[in-house]
């Protein structure tokens, strides 16, 4: 089993950043996993932001238009997302999830591991 604990989460103001964090534990080998970010705002779908590996480097979804980035500390077994230049429309619970492979990250959406979600609140 993989645990994935979000934290970061929280109020700004239109303009702001804020960075969130991914702390995984487990059954997980940064060699072998994807960890991706996700995000749902309420009654919309959930969207993909971004996946990274540690060999294959990180992938981008249109979600944020360029204002996030994916990172991974791999001597830590943490994952982050930094955003900026946030905006109301980024208002949302935000997920991470990780999965041995990338198509269950990115393809079909469907990560074999989540966190519990951390929330982000973007006032205008």
């Known amino acids: 089993q993989v645990q994935l604990v979000e934290s970061g989460g929280g109020s700004v103001q239109a303009g702001g950043s804020l960075r969130l964090s991914c702390a995984i534990s487990?059954?997980?080998?940064?060699?072998?996993?994807?960890v991706g970010w996700y995000r749902q705002a309420p009654g919309k779908e959930r969207v993909r932001i971004a996946a990274?590996?540690?060999?294959?480097?990180?992938t981008y979804y249109r979600t944020m238009e360029g204002r996030a980035t994916i990172s991974l500390d791999k001597a830590n077994s943490m994952a982050y997302l930094q955003m900026n230049r946030l905006k109301p429309e980024d208002t949302a619970i935000y997920y991470c999830?990780?999965?041995?492979?990338?198509?269950?990250?990115?393809?079909?959406?469907?990560?074999?591991?989540w966190g519990q979600g951390t929330q982000v609140t973007v006032s205008p």
């Open positions: 999830a990780a999965s041995p492979e990338f198509g269950n990250i990115w393809i079909t959406e469907r990560p074999d591991y």
């Open positions: 487990g059954n997980f080998d940064m060699r072998n996993h994807y």
């Open positions: 990274i590996s540690a060999y294959s480097g990180s």
